[in-house]
């Protein structure tokens, strides 16, 4: 079977291809652009991507992922991605300058359509915390701040132990699962 992913993020579609390969699924990459509304929760901006693409296909999947950090009330979360274009990471620190509490969670909600079938999504989250400078050359996006053991960031980790323990790799372990309980593949 194939399925296509909706995303631009090369990252991303090596994460999603070494998982369902388990499945016998091949991902093939697919960048249809639709808007991302400006809603509270991941779940909400999923859901509306879902329903403005199923015009275009019929089986797919997209997912939004962010990063919440508790001192800043949840910032930037579900604006990530427009934060780290405008401000980046160094805007981020900036922000958290003279801030001891440095916890925060990387969030990821996944959406699927198969065919016919009613959308599902699947989320879930690494906890961690602010680092106080980028760290490492790997990853993308905020992961040179991002810690999830308060010592290494995401972009010094190799990728296979960060899909074990990253927002997106176990989003994506949850999904395997449904998908797994499925009779339409």
Do not use: W
């Not at 599902?120 to 106080?132: E, M, N, Q, Y």
Request: glycine share 10%; with cysteine; net charge negative.
């Amino acid at each position: 079977m194939r399925l296509t992913v909706i995303t631009s993020n090369e990252g991303k579609m090596k994460e999603y291809a070494q998982a369902l390969s388990v499945l016998g699924i091949e991902v093939v990459q697919c960048r249809i652009p639709y808007t991302e509304i400006q809603a509270d929760t991941l779940e909400e901006v999923v859901l509306n991507g879902i329903e403005q693409l199923t015009a275009e296909r019929d089986s797919f999947i997209i997912d939004d992922s962010g990063l919440f950090i508790k001192k800043l009330n949840g910032f930037p979360g579900v604006y990530s991605a427009y934060v780290m274009k405008t401000l980046g990471n160094e805007g981020i620190l900036k922000l958290m300058d003279g801030v001891e509490n440095r916890e925060a969670n990387f969030c990821c909600c996944i959406g699927c359509k198969l065919g016919g079938k009613e959308p599902f999504t699947v989320s879930a989250a690494c906890p961690g915390v602010i680092l106080r400078h980028p760290i490492g050359k790997g990853g993308f996006g905020f992961d040179p701040i991002f810690s999830h053991d308060g010592t290494r960031s995401f972009a010094e980790i190799d990728t296979t132990e960060k899909n074990s323990i990253s927002h997106r790799g176990l989003a994506i372990a949850k999904l395997v699962e449904v998908l797994k309980g499925r009779r339409e593949l």
